[in-house]
């Protein structure tokens, strides 16, 4: 009897998507539907906006974008360290306590699929072709590529040190194709990686070089050369660095993106809560408006001193920045409790009703993929020009780097850790790169019990959720777990 009544994870999040239905909004509204009603089907252009403004809304959920995906990248790596003083938030994490009963990856892993399952309706849908769809349809599968990634990179080992381990599974069918009660194995990290390349190739292909009007052209919405900086950013990953490199260059000569040109314009950007119409510095952002934000549970809101701003710079990352580089003006000096502390002040709007967007895809992390993209191919007079324009560009004070070898890769992972610092990436950079991670104990402040994460720590891979091992025969779980 207990067999019979088993809890199907992932099937119930299929079967899910038979159930859902429309708020009737417009697509362009603060606060759009959460998807299209499956009974009413997608039938037309307004449908299929409905349903992809539904995906994005999704994306900004805490579990997901919205938080959690983003926060990890820093916490689990050594850029932040959770203070002394906190709201009990996170504590799992930044103890390396998490088990396969832990919310946190449950979460993470059934958002991941609900998006995913939300784009396979949109990709799968009867629509005549025409410009509207195919940029709709062509955003669905970029979106689809980048839930994929974030599965692969936080719940299986690296492609760059072993490609055949088991990835996630592979769902590529809406329900009324492929059915709503399955229970599919892990597809090997190899396999994942090709499903991403391949949906990234799809939407490029269709999505028209103008973006139609059926919905605003500004960084809330995934262009055609954003798929490109996604795509740059999974070859990168992935070791592919002839790829990453002949990607970025598409965005760099075509994608009409621009860093800021002087201290006014860099600290405006920052300080801006609206999305970009003018392609400076973001490629893709989630937007979170007055309407439809997480509120305290937000990424802004954990970060900010005028929010609960229990995540702390640590004294290591801090040290990085020179005097004059103007990143360092997105980190405050203050106090803590009775203590200095440095605060994340790269979300600088969490106390307002119009909140920072989440920034998925920057400009300058195209230029450091392509700067170390040539760097690894062997052109470093080429990957010099690149990390010299991101470095110099926010530190005008800075000799131009002229290192070789080893210490030129060195300084390209530097800089990203400069650049993209409390923007959820640095854990990837570390695993990716097969490096041991160490985490700065900043005692009274912020004690950690993990200082160390080696190679081998089995910790380095988030734990598949206990409710699809049971559900599921097919699905493995993670060794250690």
Same mark, same amino acid.
Request: hydrophobic residues 40%; neutral net charge.
């Given at each position: 009897?207990?067999?019979?009544?088993?809890?199907?994870?992932?099937?119930? /999040? $299929? @079967?899910?998507?038979?159930?859902? #239905? +429309?708020?009737?909004? %417009?697509? !362009?509204?603060?606060?759009? *539907?959460?998807?299209?009603?499956?009974?009413?089907?997608?039938?037309?252009?307004?449908?299929?906006?409905?349903?992809?403004?539904?995906?994005?809304?999704?994306?900004?959920?805490?579990?997901?974008?919205?938080?959690?995906?983003?926060?990890?990248?820093? /916490? $689990? @790596?050594?850029?932040?360290?959770? #203070? +002394?003083?906190?709201? %009990?938030? !996170?504590?799992?994490?930044? *103890?390396?306590?998490?088990?396969?009963?832990?919310?946190?990856?449950?979460?993470?892993?059934?958002?991941?699929?609900?998006?995913?399952?939300?784009?396979?309706?949109?990709?799968?849908?009867?629509?005549?072709?025409?410009?509207?769809?195919?940029?709709?349809?062509?955003?669905?599968?970029?979106?689809?590529?980048?839930?994929?990634?974030?599965?692969?990179?936080?719940?299986?080992?690296?492609?760059?040190?072993?490609?055949?381990?088991?990835?996630?599974?592979?769902?590529?069918?809406?329900?009324?194709?492929?059915?709503?009660?399955?229970?599919?194995?892990?597809?090997?990290?190899?396999?994942?990686?090709?499903?991403?390349?391949?949906?990234?190739?799809?939407?490029?292909?269709?999505?028209?070089?103008?973006?139609?009007?059926?919905?605003?052209?500004?960084?809330?919405?995934?262009?055609?050369?954003?798929?490109?900086?996604?795509?740059?950013?999974?070859?990168?990953?992935?070791?592919?660095?002839?790829?990453?490199?002949?990607?970025?260059?598409?965005?760099?000569?075509?994608?009409?993106?621009?860093?800021?040109?002087?201290?006014?314009?860099?600290?405006?950007?920052?300080?801006?809560?609206?999305?970009?119409?003018?392609?400076?510095?973001?490629?893709?952002?989630?937007?979170?408006?007055?309407?439809?934000?997480?509120?305290?549970?937000?990424?802004?809101?954990?970060?900010?001193?005028?929010?609960?701003?229990?995540?702390?710079?640590?004294?290591?990352?801090?040290?990085?920045?020179?005097?004059?580089?103007?990143?360092?003006?997105?980190?405050?000096?203050?106090?803590?409790?009775?203590?200095?502390?440095?605060?994340?002040?790269?979300?600088?709007?969490?106390?307002?009703?119009?909140?920072?967007?989440?920034?998925?895809?920057?400009?300058?992390?195209?230029?450091?993929?392509?700067?170390?993209?040539?760097?690894?191919?062997?052109?470093?007079?080429?990957?010099?020009?690149?990390?010299?324009?991101?470095?110099?560009?926010?530190?005008?004070?800075?000799?131009?780097?002229?290192?070789?070898?080893?210490?030129?890769?060195?300084?390209?992972?530097?800089?990203?850790?400069?650049?993209?610092?409390?923007?959820?990436?640095?854990?990837?950079?570390?695993?990716?790169?097969?490096?041991?991670?160490?985490?700065?104990?900043?005692?009274?402040?912020?004690?950690?019990?993990?200082?160390?994460?080696?190679?081998?720590?089995?910790?380095?891979?988030?734990?598949?959720?206990?409710?699809?091992?049971?559900?599921?025969?097919?699905?493995?779980?993670?060794?250690?777990?």
């Amino acid at each position: 009897m207990k067999n019979k009544f088993k809890y199907r994870y992932l099937s119930v /999040l $299929l @079967a899910g998507m038979l159930l859902i #239905s +429309s708020c009737g909004k %417009s697509f !362009l509204d603060e606060e759009p *539907s959460t998807s299209v009603s499956v009974s009413k089907g997608i039938l037309t252009d307004g449908d299929m906006m409905e349903a992809l403004a539904g995906l994005y809304r999704n994306l900004d959920n805490y579990f997901l974008f919205g938080r959690n995906a983003v926060v990890f990248g820093d /916490l $689990l @790596a050594d850029n932040v360290y959770l #203070s +002394s003083t906190n709201s %009990s938030r !996170l504590l799992t994490q930044y *103890s390396y306590t998490f088990v396969a009963g832990s919310p946190e990856a449950k979460l993470l892993w059934s958002q991941s699929y609900y998006s995913i399952l939300q784009a396979n309706r949109i990709i799968g849908s009867r629509l005549n072709v025409n410009n509207n769809i195919n940029q709709l349809r062509g955003e669905a599968y970029a979106i689809r590529a980048l839930c994929y990634l974030n599965l692969v990179n936080w719940f299986a080992t690296p492609y760059t040190v072993k490609p055949a381990a088991d990835g996630v599974p592979l769902i590529t069918l809406s329900t009324d194709i492929g059915g709503a009660f399955i229970t599919p194995a892990r597809n090997s990290v190899a396999q994942v990686y090709d499903q991403i390349i391949s949906d990234l190739d799809s939407a490029y292909k269709i999505m028209p070089d103008v973006t139609p009007s059926i919905h605003a052209t500004n960084s809330n919405f995934i262009a055609k050369y954003a798929v490109k900086a996604m795509q740059a950013r999974a070859y990168l990953y992935k070791g592919d660095y002839a790829n990453a490199r002949d990607a970025a260059l598409l965005v760099v000569k075509n994608g009409g993106y621009t860093l800021a040109t002087d201290d006014a314009s860099f600290n405006a950007y920052w300080g801006g809560a609206a999305a970009r119409t003018d392609k400076l510095e973001s490629i893709f952002e989630l937007n979170n408006s007055a309407a439809a934000n997480n509120g305290p549970e937000g990424l802004d809101y954990i970060y900010s001193r005028s929010g609960l701003g229990d995540l702390l710079v640590t004294d290591d990352t801090y040290a990085l920045y020179t005097a004059t580089d103007k990143r360092r003006g997105l980190i405050i000096d203050g106090t803590r409790g009775s203590y200095q502390a440095y605060f994340v002040n790269k979300y600088q709007n969490a106390a307002k009703t119009d909140k920072d967007e989440i920034k998925l895809l920057r400009y300058a992390e195209v230029l450091l993929t392509l700067s170390e993209s040539y760097a690894r191919l062997g052109d470093e007079t080429t990957a010099l020009l690149y990390l010299n324009q991101v470095a110099q560009n926010r530190d005008n004070k800075l000799i131009a780097y002229t290192y070789t070898g080893t210490s030129l890769t060195d300084a390209i992972l530097r800089e990203r850790r400069k650049e993209l610092a409390f923007e959820g990436l640095r854990f990837f950079d570390l695993t990716r790169t097969n490096a041991e991670i160490t985490r700065q104990n900043m005692g009274v402040k912020g004690y950690t019990s993990y200082p160390t994460v080696k190679t081998t720590d089995f910790r380095r891979l988030q734990p598949i959720p206990e409710a699809e091992t049971s559900a599921n025969p097919n699905i493995n779980q993670n060794p250690g777990y």
